[in-house]
């Protein structure tokens, strides 16, 4: 019996099509952090487990991707720990390396390690699939890619900005009008906790504050008072679920809030410069949205957070994110290195994309020219007329098998080549060749002898 | 104590330039594989055990990097395995997924898998990297890419005539000149091993011969004896150890060798036409060569065998390999699909070409325009103007901080930034920004009203 094949659960293959619309989102992000003067490196798929477990908090630990180690690994767990049979205890013995969680420990584990041979401010950028063993389900999956531009060692908040600056170029160039690249500052969350008295819940309240759009105003007070948060302080907290309006309207009734936090006001100063700046500056598609509630999971950030969401009326999470951590390298021994990156989430900006038609039809023509096989003898005429083709920078092609001319018209029209080249023993006999153009029909006849006729033809 | 930080052996972290090296490769390979009318896939990381394990032999087995089952993985052991506390027995319990090792096997699945939605014969090339626990050594690492180009469906010998013309055009392309593309048959190896009269031991009999380079014929004589090769049979090879010449004179000995044998015969006469198709066609800088010895450890090819040598003077195992497969996909259910592919092993090109001094210099050059950063307001003008260079397609740049002149040079000589733009507080004043050529040290004074002036003369 042969073996019925099967994928890994959250894992996908992609097709020729696929790959091909992949591939234009990638490279499109990838020409702008070019143009933004990143500089690409890359990793290795796994890490030693040391480097990934701790950093992404209780949760992210029990969802790395854990691999075994080689050769007689039961022989090098004691027996103390073996006989416990305890997967918590056991895993960290027979285990050594783990498949990355996402690009920005990896880096700051890179940066730490290259840190003499780097120059400072170091601006990367770095396209890698990374692995989460989560519960797959819409646009989440156990592989996926991750696309971050980060720029390590430098504080000024027009690094801020040109990230901004960034996503709006990219999807502009997508085509993706009317983006919300949302923003809000650690530091402000930080100045709410502390005015309301809630400093050791800060968690916990901008957990609760991110669920505001979910289940409304009631459920967040709800939630907040069962993690422990007083009355008092919700009161307190209470303008914040109204805030609306303009970015500055929103700044001024921040600022009245946070009058008594120094962390705060530093917060929503920044914000002010980095708002003010891009208005100044403009942005093509794209719009600036301070969001409070904005808090995101990740408790590196300690400034400036972004997340972008799809444009209005398409159901999707966020399609990027990012912010300013103080202190990434800390933890691997490099300190005091600011860095601030973000993030573009590959397959769901590919989901929107197809959601709004915005993939472009030409991406979709992977073959210039079909050469039909009308068997040996012609077969190998036309393998010269296709290599001369290639050598002219054409995607050509021989069909691979002398099989049923109609078969080979099939296959060239599932794959939308748009001239098929007939070349019998008729033509071969007369030296010539017949190329049909397959959108409009006609047929015109060429000299074997001079191909390049029909390849100026062709490129004009 | 903060942890110092390192990566798993076997792996490699690739920094800006080496990354940048490495993708001029791919992206000649990836442009011949498209000019030749291959279609991009990509399969999962990791494949269900089941996918992967006994399709390499027993050694390839080992070399399986296997994934931990998440959550309570020790629950789902039963209690004898448990206690026999045996390797080998309780990996295939607790782990069920496992990177894979080449892309051959996930092309064959995904064949398989995907077979009515594709349309045979079908070209596909796939650009991932693999996973092998061996032993580290120069130019063998555990995380490596593989670059495959495959035709299943299609049993034509052209097949195997433009899978040699392919590997021309990317080391010509590379201007990797003196390549040697090899050649020989597995229908060969058959025939010689039926004549000689030791069909079963085959596989012992091409290790043997395959090791003729490296210890000589006193060598491979003694290690087919080893092997219960008998002396009558050793015998009857011995011309096959001084097997020289030009292709047909080869071909003429070989032919007189196994005139009895019908497969022998067969593998001659794949190995003819081909040789001849390739010879008529010509190569550019690559040659073809017979050899004999050629075996290729993975046993499911069935016809034509490649592997490619570095020019000589390199020492470098082989840059590429491939060959005719007839039934790889019968192992998961899908019969009589003859498949024909090579791969081009990355990580040995680089050295090669690293070696050759052969990457071009300007791939080395990765931002046009470097604009200083002299303070708070200079460097929001500069941003502005960046950004317009930015949108005229120039990779551009800010300096991120505005830290001393001399540290901001020395950052764009280190990145050889070909024109660092000056725009301080008295250009800013009469509107005007200064640029100097890196490579002539000359200076030019353009108005910041007027950048285009500045782009036209970049661009021409």
Redesign the interface.
């Known amino acids: 019996m042969?073996?019925?094949?099967?994928?890994?659960k959250g894992?996908?293959?992609?097709?020729?099509a696929e790959?091909?619309k992949?591939?234009y989102i990638i490279q499109m992000i990838k020409k702008n952090f070019?143009?933004?003067?990143f500089?690409?490196?890359?990793?290795?798929?796994?890490?030693?487990s040391?480097?990934l477990l701790g950093k992404y908090g209780e949760e992210g630990d029990?969802?790395i991707?854990?691999?075994?180690n080689?050769?007689?690994?039961?022989?090098k767990v004691d027996d103390v720990t073996?006989s416990s049979?305890?997967?918590n205890s056991?895993?960290p013995k027979?285990?050594?390396?783990a498949?990355r969680y996402d690009l920005t420990v990896p880096f700051a584990?890179?940066v730490?390690?290259?840190q003499n041979?780097i120059?400072f401010?170091f601006?990367?950028y770095q396209i890698q699939?990374v692995?989460r063993?989560d519960r797959p389900q819409k646009g989440r999956f156990r592989?996926f890619y991750q696309c971050d531009a980060d720029?390590v060692?430098?504080?000024?908040l027009?690094?801020e900005?040109?990230l901004i600056?960034l996503y709006d170029?990219v999807f502009s160039d997508l085509k993706l009008n009317g983006t919300t690249i949302k923003i809000n500052n650690r530091k402000v969350l930080y100045g709410i906790a502390e005015v309301i008295g809630a400093k050791r819940l800060l968690v916990d309240f901008t957990v609760a504050l991110d669920k505001l759009d979910k289940i409304g105003e009631d459920g967040v007070r709800q939630e907040m008072l069962n993690k422990g948060i007083s009355e008092t302080a919700i009161a307190k907290a209470a303008p914040l679920f109204g805030l609306s309006g303009s970015n500055a309207n929103q700044l001024a009734v921040l600022k009245d809030i946070l009058q008594e936090s120094e962390i705060g006001l530093q917060g929503i100063s920044e914000l002010e410069e980095i708002i003010g700046?891009v208005d100044?500056?403009g942005l093509t598609t794209s719009s600036l949205r301070l969001d409070v509630t904005l808090a995101r999971g990740l408790n590196y950030y300690t400034g400036a957070i972004f997340e972008v969401a799809a444009p209005e009326g398409v159901q999707m999470g966020s399609i990027g994110g990012g912010g300013r951590y103080d202190d990434l390298t800390?933890?691997?021994?490099l300190k005091d290195v600011s860095g601030v990156g973000i993030s573009f989430g590959l397959d769901r900006i590919y989901l929107v994309l197809e959601e709004l038609n915005l993939f472009p039809q030409e991406i979709s023509v992977?073959?210039d020219a079909?050469c039909l096989?009308f068997g040996?003898n012609e077969?190998?005429a036309a393998?010269?007329l296709v290599?001369e083709l290639?050598k002219n920078?054409?995607?050509?092609?021989?069909?691979?098998?002398?099989t049923k001319v109609q078969k080979q018209f099939?296959?060239a029209d599932?794959?939308k080549v748009p001239y098929v080249i007939l070349l019998g023993d008729k033509e071969l006999q007369e030296g010539k060749f017949v190329v049909k153009n397959m959108t409009t029909g006609d047929q015109k006849t060429y000299s074997l002898s001079e191909p390049e006729t029909f390849i100026q033809e062709l490129n004009s």
């Open positions: 042969p073996q019925k094949p099967s994928i890994p894992t996908r293959d992609f097709s020729p790959v091909i992949r591939d070019e143009l933004y003067g500089q690409p490196i890359e990793t290795p798929s796994f890490e030693n040391s480097t029990r969802l991707f854990k691999i075994l080689s050769g007689d690994f039961i022989s073996y049979k305890n997967s056991l895993a027979i285990t050594e390396k498949l584990r890179y730490v390690m290259n041979e120059d401010p601006k990367r699939p692995w063993a592989e720029v060692g430098a504080n000024s027009l690094q900005v040109e600056q170029a700046d100044k500056l800390g933890i691997f021994g992977s073959l079909l096989n040996e077969g190998r393998l010269k290599a290639r920078g054409l995607r050509a092609d021989l069909y691979p098998s002398p099939k296959y599932r794959r």
